[in-house]
C-alpha cells in the first residue's frame, strides 16, 4: 500500500479521518503532490537529506500542529 492509499483509506474512514496525515516523501512530483492533497492529506513534505534536516522537519512540525494550530476537542 502506498503513502497515497493509506491516506485516501484513513480520510475516507469515518473513525480516522480527522487524524491529520502528513506524508513525507522523497518524490518531487507535481503529480504526487497533487495525488496526495487529492484525497485530503494534510502536508506534503520532502525528506530531508540529512539527520539535521530531520531534526528541523521534525521542531517545525510539532510547532505548527503543537503551537500554532488550534485543535478540536471531542
Known sequence: MSGIELTQAL???DAYNS???LML???NNKSDVR???STFGNAYIRKPESIEGYERVIKEIS???FGLVVHAVQ
Open 11 to 13: 480520510k475516507s474512514d
Open 19 to 21: 487524524i491529520p496525515v
Open 25 to 27: 516523501s522523497t518524490s
Open 35 to 37: 495525488d496526495f492533497y
Open 63 to 65: 510547532r505548527f500542529w
